[in-house]
């Protein structure tokens, strides 16, 4: 059960896009259309922003787009704003009957 | 609106046990499967243990498993999770969590606040 790996820190200008990335296995992030990305501000819990891979739940900027393509997730946000400054988490089902989180993506909008 | 209400968290030594509850409200309790993850201070999120909403199937995280149980009673609309034999590197913040979808596409959508445990001597 070892963490996806994600970039530790990302930084970018207003308006501009950005990508994190997610890298997983085959046992993972591979095997089924199950990656999902969270959204967490300090000392808040995490929320929901793109499940399988790149569906929006309600409510959810369509700013925020999701892809994958092998082993490799990613999180797009096109036109960064101030508040989208916060950490960021994929997470993906296994072929084990369990969940796995990436690391941690830490956001800075400059 | 679905609402989880977290408690039970608290200061322990090693090897002792915690029990910690999450309310739910707002749903019905068992058409859902539900979770906890933790993080640690400073820390990233990490799945610990999972329970389907009416089987009573369970899956418990490596670091866990044989020490954490998880369980719900759905007449009350509580989910639990017995820790026992905790150590310091269990020390975390707790958070309950619904899962959306169908297995095994199950994944996080509504979170509680948390609640801390704290493992130390």
């Known amino acids: 059960q070892s963490a996806l790996a994600q970039p530790a820190s990302m930084s970018g200008s207003p308006g501009q896009p950005i990508t994190i990335s997610c890298t997983g296995t085959s046992s993972d992030v591979g095997a089924y259309n199950y990656v999902s990305w969270y959204q967490q501000h300090p000392g808040k819990a995490p929320k929901l922003m793109i499940y399988?891979?790149?569906n929006r739940p309600s409510g959810v900027s369509n700013r925020f787009s999701g892809s994958k393509s092998g082993n490799t997730a990613s999180l797009t946000i096109s036109g960064l704003q101030a508040e989208d400054e916060a950490d960021y988490y994929c997470s993906s089902s296994t072929s084990t009957n369990t969940w796995v989180f990436g690391g941690g993506t830490k956001l800075t909008v400059l | 609106e679905v609402n989880l209400v977290e408690s039970g968290g608290g200061l322990v030594q090693p090897g002792e046990s915690l029990r910690l509850s999450c309310a739910a409200t707002?749903?019905?309790?068992?058409?859902?499967?539900m979770g906890w993850v933790r993080q640690a201070p400073g820390k990233g999120l990490e799945w610990v243990s999972t329970m389907s909403g009416s089987d009573g199937r369970t899956y418990h995280a490596d670091a866990v498993q044989g020490r954490f149980t998880i369980s719900r009673d759905n007449s009350k609309n509580t989910l639990f999770l017995q820790m026992n034999s905790l150590r310091a590197e269990d020390t975390a913040l707790y958070y309950c969590?619904?899962?959306?979808?169908?297995?095994?596409?199950?994944?996080?959508?509504?979170w509680g606040q948390g609640t801390m445990v704290t493992v130390s001597s």
């Open positions: 969590a619904k899962y959306r979808g169908y297995w095994p596409g199950w994944t996080f959508d509504i």
């Open positions: 399988d891979v790149s």
């Open positions: 707002g749903l019905a309790f068992s058409n859902y499967a």
